[in-house]
């Protein structure tokens, strides 16, 4: 009977722990998983937790010029 009560929170356990694999290695590492897809006057951006498509991998954001729209 106490075993099953941990089964929940065990579940939810592995869950987070999936989630947080995914979002560690979002862009520029993985481009399919971002948490921003934005537009610009050249295309696409994706925004992840270590950079954004294109940047190196780093934490925080530096955008160059062309990213913010100056030219």
């Not at 009560?5 to 356990?13: D, E, N, Q, R, S």
Request: charge should be positive; charged fraction near 5%.
């Amino acid at each position: 009977m106490a075993v099953t009560a941990v089964l929940p929170g065990l579940f939810f356990c592995f869950a987070a722990c999936v989630l947080l694999i995914f979002v560690s290695v979002s862009p520029p590492t993985w481009e399919s998983v971002y948490f921003l897809n934005a537009g610009t006057g050249a295309g696409r951006i994706r925004f992840g937790v270590f950079g954004y498509t294109g940047s190196g991998t780093s934490v925080g954001y530096q955008f160059p010029p062309s990213v913010r729209g100056y030219k």
